[in-house]
């Protein structure tokens, strides 16, 4: 059975810093690309970022709104996937997922289409506030 | 602002039919398939339809998904009050800064 589970979210003044974990289970997190998505109170889902897989050089992407300040990482030997939050803003006030995104290569056109988040974990709270 | 537009929301009784909409451009919809996902009340999202039209292992037939030109739909047939939820359009957007979009979210009540 997949499981995601998300950790390590609580509250947080405006400027500071937190780092999320995901813990995987269940499925070769070493093949999957992993990506957090967040969701504001009330409000609805936003992209946050994404790590590729190894095959893929690991290498990452993120949303306008938190590039330059949040990273993720992950470590495949702990099948786990991390977000490091820093300079936080009220606006980042949301409860954190993380996704397994998946994905098929296009042969013909050397892109890989049909993404969507096949499995996400129960999420973790954030708030920046003072 | 979402990239995906869908209603706010909808409602209706059960035992009928519903079905909401999701209209995106030729950047997003028009050239990557669809999925929607459901968020039951204080639960995370889970994946109803992807690759347009296509369910998970465990999504009963009752849910379906289709796809026109840059817009697609997610039908309900057989609404049962345990279906009140926000539903989620996603799609590969693959403007200036590729990645997944998702519509602003559909509450669906059953009356």
């Known amino acids: 059975e997949v499981q995601l589970v998300e950790s390590g979210g609580g509250l947080v003044q405006p400027g500071g810093s937190l780092r999320l974990s995901c813990a995987a289970s269940?499925?070769?997190?070493?093949?999957?690309?992993m990506d957090w998505v967040r969701q504001a109170p009330g409000k609805g889902l936003e992209w946050v970022g994404r790590?590729?897989?190894?095959?893929?050089?690991?290498?990452?992407e993120y949303a306008a709104s938190v590039k330059g300040r949040f990273t993720i990482s992950r470590d495949d030997s702990k099948n786990s996937l991390y977000l490091q939050m820093n300079s936080l803003k009220t606006e980042d006030t949301a409860v954190y997922y993380c996704?397994?995104?998946?994905?098929?290569?296009?042969?013909?056109?050397?892109?890989?289409?049909?993404?969507?988040?096949?499995?996400w974990g129960q999420g973790t709270l954030v708030t920046v506030s003072s | 602002q979402s990239v995906l537009t869908q209603p706010p929301s909808l409602s209706a009784a059960p035992g009928q039919k519903v079905t909401i909409s999701c209209s995106g451009s030729?950047?997003?919809?028009?050239?990557?398939?669809v999925s929607w996902y459901q968020q039951l009340p204080g639960t995370a999202p889970k994946l109803l339809i992807y690759?347009?039209?296509k369910r998970p292992s465990g999504i009963p037939d009752r849910f379906s998904g289709s796809k026109s030109g840059t817009s697609a739909t997610l039908g309900i047939t057989g609404l049962q009050t345990g279906d009140e939820a926000d539903y989620y359009c996603?799609?590969?957007?693959?403007?200036?800064?590729?990645?997944?979009?998702f519509g602003g979210g559909t509450k669906l009540t059953v009356l």
């Open positions: 996704a397994r995104h998946s994905a098929y290569y296009d042969i013909l056109t050397g892109y890989y289409r049909g993404h969507y988040f096949d499995y």
């Open positions: 030729s950047s997003n919809i028009g050239s990557d398939y």
């Open positions: 996603g799609t590969w957007d693959n403007s200036l800064s590729a990645h997944v979009v």
């Open positions: 690759d347009n039209n």
């Open positions: 269940g499925f070769t997190f070493s093949d999957h690309y």
């Open positions: 790590s590729r897989n190894k095959v893929n050089s690991y290498t990452t």
